[in-house]
């Protein structure tokens, strides 16, 4: 009989991309994909612990699986990725969660075909602690089940040296480490070969990648140079080492998408060196600057956090004036959680109160900005990559533009083509439009 597995997946596009591969190596050991959590006959939940909701969701989740556990005594339940990492959780997870088989982090996930085969193989109860490795080897021969369509997420690196004050990434990442340039390189142009249009590189912190002598804008650049009609996106970037070269780079180079992912976290100088953030408020808006004079039509993201410890009015109010003068095109936005084991979780916490009236706040200001933007693409014919067919409407495509910036269309069309596409009115943050050939 065939096993099948489900993958409950928590977090990031890291995690994202992570479940690709653990889908890869269980297909390796012969399983395949569940449509549903009850016919499987292994679980796995990657998880997620950069905010504390996010991990109690995943806590409340584990423990629900348990009625299937009852009723198939043989499934396999797995934990693994960054909540799995952080110190302590193994034994939590073992004491709280007796019914789960595997537990692994982020440093030995290509572990888990052999914790799968043995716990097959014992048919009982089967327990994986999680290695503590700050610097734990980079493995290139994971194999990959791809489930994002026309996109291919590719990792240039791994881990972060950045300890951002509020961040827990480092401790369950572990330190920076970047792949050797040429598997970076032949991983995509095989991606390219297999049919994938958009290629999104990925890592904690883009820029500061490196390899020997090569830098960021090194594989930008030697992408850039691979023939055929496709795409490149990347992120995320750190404004520390963001630079003119990455700008110069995207501007000269028609297949690197005019698109930056630029957490700011902050507009407040005072908070921005509590995060250890390691720029401020000026150096930023000097890359904004440098970027809209170089690239006019670049589309620009952030992350935006509020709520951080001691946070005042005055620092608030510098947040919301940095985003009216920015005008991202899209901003997540999020409410400080402290997570235990960082600098800012022993800070003095503010009211949920306060948080929560900052957050409404700043998302209502950001989308009128994101609805003030979008109406300035109406009447203009954008190229778009399209992704995949509207859920609810009929002869309807979506896509995004070169920009980054979501567009429904109607007309007729294939998956995968790069099609012109008049814009006739915009929803907010989504655009519609007309197929233009």
Known sequence: MNKLYYINTYGCQMNVHESEKIAGILRECGYSEAATEEEADLIVFNTCCIRDTAEKKIFGNIG????????NPSLIVAVVGCMSQQS??????????????????????????????NVE???????ISVPCNERPQIKEDIPVYRTSGTNAWVNIMYGCDNFCSYCIVPYVRGRERSRDIENITDEIKSLLDEGYKEITLLGQNVDSYRFENFRFVDILERIARIEGKFRVRFMSSHPKDFNSEVIDVIRSCPNICNNIHLPVQSGSDRILSLMNRRYTRAQY???ISEIREKIPDCGITTDIMTGFP????E?????????????????????YSPRKGTVAAEMEQ???????????ELVNLQNEITKRLSLDYIGKTEEVLVEDRHPKLKNHYCGRTDSGRLVNFSGECAIGEFVKVKVTSSKSASLWGEYDG
């Not at 302590?88 to 085969?117: H, W």
């Open 285 to 287: 808006l000097d890359i």
């Open 350 to 360: 503010l009211p949920s109160e306060v948080k929560k009236r900052r957050i409404t």
């Open 64 to 71: 629900d699986v348990k009625k299937y556990k009852k009723n």
């Open 315 to 335: 620092d608030f109010a510098d947040t919301l004036d940095l985003v009216k003068k920015v005008g991202f095109s899209n901003a997540f936005t999020f409410v």
């Open 121 to 127: 193989s014992k048919l009982n109860k089967s327990f």
């Open 88 to 117: 302590g959780y193994s034994e939590k997870i073992k004491k709280s969660y007796p019914f789960v088989n595997i537990v692994l982090g982020t440093s030995n996930l290509p572990e888990l075909a052999e914790a799968v085969k």
């Open 310 to 313: 001691t946070e005042t009015e």
